[in-house]
C-alpha cells in the first residue's frame, strides 16, 4: 500500500507552485488505478475462487491451482448442498425468520419512536434513554441470562423466541435513528390533520409513515442485514432437541464446514458457501445504492 | 382535539417496552447480578462469592491471553482500516485530479465502491468459513494452491504464530469497503469550491488529503474508529468457525466473546461468563470514551 501514499508525491507539496506537469498527473493517475485494482481483486479473488471450486471434484481442489477452471462444470455438489447438507432447509428458515422479525422490528419500532419523538408525557425521556442504553451493552453480557430467560419461558429452539429476542435487541438502534428522524419532519401537516379531526393512529399510519418513508427505507434495509447475517444469537437459541431442523443459514454453513473438515470433503462446502452468497449478489446487483445508504446511515448520523 | 392522548401513546408503547424489558433489561440487570454469583447454570442461584469471578479472572491465564488478542486487534484493526479506506475514498474521489479546475475521482470509481462495499453484505461466519478454506494449511487452500509447486505449505490459523494476525486480515478485509463508502459520503458533503480553491494554488493531491481532507472529516473518521474498536471486541463468528480447535492453536486465538460463550454453554460456569460479562462492557465504554476524548478537536465546518 505503500506505493498509494507515495504516488501524489511526484510532485512536492508547496505552497503557490504551478498545477502538476501533466505526465506527473497521468503517473499518479495510473498508480491510483493500480492500488484500486489490487483491493479490487483481494475483494473479489475469493468469492470468485469459492465460484470455480464449486464445480471441482475433491480432487481436483487438493491439485492446488485455485484459479484453473475446473475439468467439468458438475452440478452434482450443488444437488447434495441442496439436499443432504440441508442448503435449502436453512435458507428457508432464515428468509421466514427475518422476515417476520424485521416487520416486526419496524411496526414496533416506528410506534415507540413516533410516540417518543413527538409526544410530551411524564416518563418519555426515561424510556427514550432507556432504549438508546442498550446501545452502549455488548449482547455477550447478556448471553447467559438471556438463555435462561428463553428457557423458562419455554420458548429456546423455537422460532417464536429467536424472532422476539431479534425485534427485542434491534429496537434501541431502530427507536435511536427513527425518533430523531420523526423529531426532524415539519408540524404543520400533522397539525391540519388534527384540526380535521383525524384520530392520532390514523396520523400515524396515514401521515407520519408515508412522509418518514426514506427514514423507514434505510433502517430497515439496515434491520434486514443486520438479522439476516446474526450468528450469535441463533447459535446460542436454537439449541437444545428437535433445533437441527431449525437452524438458520449461518449456523448452518458453520456446521457444514465443521463435517466437511472431519472428512476433508470440500467440494459440497464450496457449493453451499455459492448457493448462499449468489443471492446476496443478486441483491445487491438491484438495490445496491439503497443498501449503501442504509449501511452506513447509522454512522453519518 | 386531545382527547385519547394516553391511552394511544400507552397503546404504541406497552408491546415495544415490554419485549425490551424483558428480553434486554432484564437479561442485563441480571448479567451483573449472576457475576457475584458461582452459578453452573443449573439449579437455584445461592452461592454467593462477591468478586470471587474477578478474583478467579485475575489468575486465570486464558483471560489475560484473551485480552492480549482483544488489545492486538484494538489497536491493529480501527488503524489498518481507517487508514486504507481514507487512501482508497480519496482515490476514488479526488484522485482522478482536476481537469479543467474540475476536481474529480478517478475513472470507474462507482464500480470500485460496488466492489469494495460487498463484503460488507456478508456474515461474518460466513466470511469465517470462505477464509478458513482460503488459509487451508494445504495444497487445497487458496493461498498455499497459489504458491510454487516447490515450496512447503504454510500453516497460517494452524501456526500460533501466524493465527492471530489471519483474524486481523479477515476482519480488515470485511471492513475496508464499508468505510471507503462512509468516507465517500463526508468526502461527497466537502464543496468542491474548497478542492477547486486550493489545487489553482498549486496545491498537490498530498496536501489536499492532509489538509483538507482528513480535518473535514474528522467527526467520520471518529465514529469509524469507534466502531472498528467495537467489532475487535467482538470477532467471535471468526475465531469459533475459522480457528483450529476455537481459540487455537493452543489459545493462540482465544478472545474474551469466545470465552464468555464457552463458560456460559459448555464449561457450566453462567457466572463466571457473567462476570467476564460486566468487564467485557466496562472495556468497550473505556475504550469509546478514550477513544472520543483523546481525538476531540475544535471542529471544522466546511
Keep these: ?301 | 382535539m386531545r382527547h385519547g392522548k394516553y391511552p394511544f401513546i400507552i397503546g404504541f408503547l406497552v408491546v415495544p417496552v415490554a419485549l425490551y424489558a424483558v428480553f434486554v433489561v432484564w437479561a442485563y440487570i441480571q448479567a451483573f447480578y449472576l457475576s457475584v454469583y458461582e452459578w453452573s447454570g443449573l439449579g437455584p442461584v445461592e452461592n454467593f462469592v462477591g468478586l470471587g469471578n474477578f478474583r478467579k479472572m485475575w489468575d486465570d491465564t486464558t483471560f489475560w491471553q484473551s485480552i492480549k488478542h482483544n488489545v492486538f486487534l484494538l489497536v491493529f484493526l480501527p488503524i489498518i482500516t481507517v487508514v486504507l479506506a481514507l487512501i482508497f475514498a480519496f482515490l476514488l474521489n479526488v484522485g482522478g485530479g482536476h481537469k479543467g479546475g474540475v476536481i474529480r475521482g478517478v475513472w470507474g470509481s462507482k464500480v470500485y465502491r460496488i466492489i469494495f462495499f460487498f463484503p460488507q453484505l456478508l456474515a461474518l461466519a460466513i466470511v469465517a468459513v470462505i477464509f478458513g478454506r482460503v488459509f487451508g494449511p494445504d495444497k487445497s487452500g487458496m493461498i498455499n494452491g497459489l504458491l510454487p509447486e516447490s515450496w512447503s505449505p504454510w500453516l497460517f490459523l494452524a501456526d500460533e504464530r501466524y493465527a492471530m494476525g489471519c483474524i486481523l486480515v479477515v476482519l480488515v478485509w470485511q471492513a475496508v469497503g464499508f468505510y471507503v463508502v462512509l468516507f465517500s459520503a463526508g468526502m461527497g458533503n466537502i464543496p468542491t469550491e474548497v478542492y477547486e480553491a486550493a489545487a489553482i494554488d498549486g496545491a498537490s493531491r498530498v496536501t489536499l488529503f492532509f489538509k483538507i481532507t482528513i480535518p473535514l472529516l474528522w467527526n467520520t473518521v471518529q465514529v469509524a474508529w469507534v466502531y472498528l474498536g467495537i467489532a475487535a471486541f467482538d470477532a467471535f463468528a471468526l475465531v469459533n468457525i475459522m480457528t483450529v480447535d476455537r481459540g487455537g492453536p493452543d489459545g493462540a486465538t482465544s478472545v474474551l466473546s469466545l470465552m464468555i460463550y464457552r463458560n456460559a454453554f459448555e464449561f457450566s460456569q453462567a457466572g463466571y461468563a457473567s462476570a467476564l460479562g460486566v468487564v467485557l462492557f466496562f472495556l468497550t465504554l473505556t475504550f469509546a470514551w478514550v477513544t472520543l476524548s483523546a481525538t476531540r478537536r475544535e471542529s471544522v465546518e466546511a
Design chain 1, 1 to 301: 500500500m505503500t506505493t498509494i501514499t507515495k504516488t501524489p508525491g511526484t510532485t512536492a507539496p508547496s505552497a503557490g507552485r504551478a498545477p502538476e506537469p501533466k505526465r506527473d498527473l497521468k503517473i499518479a493517475t495510473g498508480l491510483s488505478h493500480v492500488a484500486l485494482v489490487a483491493w479490487a481483486v483481494i475483494t473479489a479473488g475469493p468469492l470468485l475462487w469459492v465460484l470455480l471450486a464449486s464445480f471441482k471434484s475433491n480432487t481436483e481442489i487438493f491439485l492446488g491451482k485455485p484459479f484453473a477452471l475446473p475439468n467439468e462444470f458438475s452440478f452434482s455438489t450443488y444437488v447434495n448442498a441442496w439436499s443432504d447438507a440441508h442448503i435449502g432447509r436453512y435458507f428457508i428458515n432464515s428468509v421466514f425468520v427475518v422476515l417476520i422479525s424485521t416487520a416486526g422490528t419496524m411496526l414496533l419500532g416506528s410506534m415507540a419512536a413516533y410516540v417518543l419523538a413527538r409526544y410530551k408525557f411524564p416518563g418519555n425521556r426515561a424510556i427514550y434513554y432507556l432504549f438508546v442504553s442498550g446501545l452502549a451493552f455488548p449482547t455477550f453480557m447478556a448471553l447467559a441470562p438471556l438463555f435462561y430467560i428463553l428457557k423458562g419461558m419455554g420458548l429456546l429452539g423455537s422460532f417464536t423466541g429467536l424472532i422476539l429476542v431479534y425485534i427485542a435487541y434491534s429496537l434501541p438502534f431502530t427507536i435511536f435513528f427513527l425518533a430523531a428522524f420523526f423529531k426532524s419532519l415539519p408540524y404543520e401537516i400533522e397539525e391540519a390533520a388534527t384540526v380535521d379531526g383525524a384520530s392520532h393512529t390514523r396520523k400515524f399510519f396515514q401521515i407520519m409513515m408515508p412522509m418518514a418513508r426514506s427514514g423507514l427505507v434505510s433502517i430497515t434495509i439496515f434491520n434486514i442485514v443486520g438479522q439476516w447475517n446474526q450468528y450469535l444469537l441463533p447459535v446460542v437459541i436454537m439449541s437444545g432437541p428437535g433445533a437441527d431442523r431449525k437452524l438458520l443459514l449461518t449456523q448452518g454453513i458453520a456446521q457444514i464446514s465443521v463435517s466437511a473438515g472431519y472428512q476433508a470433503e470440500w467440494s459440497t462446502l464450496f457449493a453451499a458457501l455459492v448457493l448462499t452468497i449468489l443471492p446476496m449478489i443478486i441483491v445487491y446487483a438491484i438495490f445496491q445504492r439503497q443498501i449503501q445508504a442504509g449501511l452506513t446511515a447509522g454512522a453519518v448520523k
